[in-house]
Structure formats: structure tokens, C-alpha cells
């Protein structure tokens, strides 16, 4: 297995890490709120991503990234801190969390050939599930949190920081 191919396992499991920690974070808050429904749908699913990504850890012998305990505790607070701003700021987390994804995940599935079918396909299911995230915070006010430009791209700019650790720490 190439060094990419180990790079793609350990970020992505780390990335699915910590989203399913931001959901965690925004569900303390926004659980029982009308919101909370949605929440925990998407926390299911990135869970699922979650556990396929620890499987191929552990399947490919691939080092996990030494940052999760750092993610652990980011990605609660950056949920916990958005849901407190409100929900809209929760959604906006969200849109910005899964327009990054998005892109990362079509970058590797466009750079994996044949030879990584399955992982290429697994890679675009999920891709498509965050798809469909980042479309339920916009259709859940995510553009009207106080601050929308600022607050999403400082979200974009730390996931694309994380992406970059997670892959080589």
C-alpha cells in the first residue's frame, strides 16, 4: 500500500473523528431542541464513517494521526461553542465542516485509480452524505448566523489546518 493511500486512511479517519465530536458538542446544546432530530441523523452517519475508517486502520496497519486527542477535545468545543451562538451558527459550522469535506473527499476520489475501487467508492458515498449535511444546514438558516462570512470561513481555514496536521502527524 502507498504512502498516499495511508495518508488518505489516517486523515479521513480523523476527519470523521472529529466530526462526529462536533456533533457530539452541538447535540449537548441543541439536543433536545428541534434541531436535535437532524443532529443526531447526521452524527449516525458520520459515526458509520467513523467506524469504516477504524476498520481500514486497523485492516491496512495504517498509524492513526497522534492528534486525536487534540480532536477529541476541538471538535466538541467547536460544536458546543457554534449550537451556544444558536442553531443557525450550528448549521453554519456545519456547511462550512462539509463544503471542506466535500472537496477533500472529490480530490482523492478523483486521484485513486482502479486498483483502490472500494476505497474510492467508499470515499464517494460518504462524500455524498456530507453533500447532503452541508444541505441540511442551509436549508436550516446556517447563512443567517451573526457573523456567516467570518464565522464559516475561520471554519474552513481550521478544518483545512487539521486536514494538513492529520495527515502527517
Known sequence: MSDEIKKFIRVDHAGEYGAARIYAGQLAVLGRGKHGPQLEHMKAQEQVH????????????????????????????????????????AMACTVAVEETIDAHYAAQRDSLGENEADLRDTIEIFRLEEVEHRDIGLENGAELAPGYKLLSGLIRLGCKAAIRLSEVV
Open 50 to 89: 467513523l467506524d469504516t475508517f477504524a476498520e481500514m486502520i486497523a485492516k491496512r496497519r495504517v498509524r492513526p494521526t497522534a492528534m486525536l486527542p487534540f480532536w477529541h477535545v476541538a471538535g466538541f468545543a467547536l460544536g458546543a461553542v457554534t449550537a451556544a451562538i444558536g442553531p443557525e451558527a
